[in-house]
């Protein structure tokens, strides 16, 4: 019946998606689905994500949706002797890849999304971002990164030295800072060598790839 | 006795002195009494039953953003949680890491070893991490928060938040039509995570809840959980002494 993801691959929690599916070598479906036609607010795509958003997944009977639960399905499953992208076999590493992932999500993304949706998303409907807005959450993400600029001082990746979904969570958003803000990472060499480590790994620069070419030709 | 007795009685001494091993070691949960976060993280070390010692956090000195406390959280919040040599901070990692090492026969909060059963769980936590949160949380802090620091609440903030906060509810009194908690027919981590802001919101909207059947339901059998209960009423004690 095969995995099958839907979304489109410019939108960053798809390609979040995408990225842990690349890493794990997993066949999959991407199957488009139209914003622009409100395709998502459709029955048929409600009844795979209630709150008709992008992505949902697919594994069989199984219907699943929000990026981060995606992931963690998707490590669990296909973790493998070379690749564990989540430790959740052992205590400590585990549960610091866990609190990694809770800092994307709680510090991380509501500023990096903010300016993001300014950035990018406002324009693309004809509004005028708010640079007041904008300029706040960069400030807030400055603050924020001090933190990780500190923390990559200490081990090579988010959770420890080892490469995981801490890590590849995020992807997408840094992909769309570094175009419009890349000095909040360039100045900070911690985390610059980190971004460029990342975004580097065949599995991630085949997803950011894939988001540049989307997102250029809906321009 | 019975066998089944003989099992059992053994499993409680076998927890009682696992209980008193833990607080030699010291498991210790480093919070505010009535802070969101932190009664989160207690939920769920009181709904596994495991010993701890709560050490508040003196947020009118800045405690918070000062060593030692910023060496446990390095974004200056509360929770973080000490276990021996182990250090976490985010309240949904340290409920994740409660759950796992805590797991018994009795109570998993986590079905990590049902592939299905535990993406859901998994699902229903981001759920609440992104779409329940960022609603309620606004309108916790408008309310309770602000006017601790002289301001006068943002009514319009308010507002929009209750706007989005209600479609929300309009899919979990969905979901809830078709199962009794979240991820399934069994309590999760995903309903825990709720309590604490959906305490607050019951203070302030319960509407919101009561106009929904399902939801109602739901929260009035999360919320008189004897450990879910412990942790509001704890709560309700600081609200209450502090105005």
Request: some cysteine; proline content about 5%; hydrophobic content about 40%.
């Amino acid at each position: 019946m095969g995995v099958k993801l839907y979304g489109f691959p410019a939108s960053t929690c798809t390609a979040r998606v995408k990225a842990s599916l690349e890493e794990y070598g997993v066949e999959y479906e991407l199957v488009p689905i139209n914003l622009a036609t409100g395709e998502h607010k459709q029955p048929a795509y409600i009844s795979c994500n209630p709150f008709a958003l992008v992505p949902a997944f697919q594994d069989g009977d199984l219907t699943l949706f929000e990026s981060r639960a995606i992931t963690r399905y998707i490590a669990r499953k296909y973790k493998n002797g070379v690749k564990d992208l989540l430790k959740e076999s052992d205590a400590a590493a585990g549960a610091l890849v866990d609190v990694w992932m809770e800092v994307e999500s709680h510090q991380f993304n509501p500023a990096v999304s903010t300016i993001f949706y300014q950035t990018f998303v406002i324009p693309f409907f004809g509004g005028t971002p708010d640079q007041a807005l904008i300029a706040e959450n960069v400030e807030k993400l400055g603050k924020v990164l001090n933190v990780y600029e500190d923390r990559l001082s200490k081990s090579k990746y988010l959770a420890g030295d080892f490469f995981s979904l801490a890590d590849l969570h995020h992807l997408t958003y840094t992909f769309y800072l570094v175009k419009t803000h890349a000095s909040l990472v360039n100045s900070r060499p911690h985390v610059k060598a980190w971004w460029e480590d990342i975004s580097s790994r065949p599995a991630c620069k085949k997803v950011i790839d894939e988001m540049a070419a989307d997102a250029h030709a809906s321009k | 006795m019975s066998l089944f007795t003989a099992h059992s009685s053994v499993f409680l001494r076998e927890r009682e002195r696992e209980r008193e091993r833990e607080r030699e070691m010291g498991l210790k949960l480093y919070g505010a009494p009535a802070s969101t976060c932190s009664a989160r993280v207690k939920a769920a070390l009181e709904e596994l039953g495991v010993a701890y010692e709560f050490v508040p956090i003196n947020f009118a000195t800045g405690e918070h953003k000062q060593p030692p406390h910023i060496a446990r959280n390095p974004f200056g919040q509360v929770p973080a949680l000490q276990d021996g040599d182990l250090t976490l901070f985010e309240s949904r990692a340290i409920t994740r890491y409660i759950a796992r090492k805590y797991k018994n026969g009795v109570t998993d909060l986590l079905k990590q070893s049902d592939a299905a059963a535990g993406a859901l769980v998994d699902v229903w936590m981001e759920v609440e991490s992104h779409q329940y949160n960022p609603a309620v949380s606004p309108i916790f802090y408008q309310i309770f928060i602000v006017p601790l620091f002289g301001g006068t609440p943002d009514q319009a903030v308010i507002a929009e938040n209750v706007e989005k906060l209600s479609k929300i509810l309009d899919v979990y009194e969905d979901r809830l039509s078709k199962s009794k908690y979240l991820a399934g027919d069994f309590i999760s981590l995903a309903d825990l995570h709720h309590l604490p802001y959906t305490f607050y919101l019951m203070i302030t909207h319960p509407s919101l809840v009561n106009s929904r059947p399902h939801v109602k339901a739901w929260w009035e059998d999360i919320s008189s959980r004897p450990a879910c209960k412990k942790v509001t009423d704890e709560m309700a004690a600081v609200a209450n002494a502090s105005k």
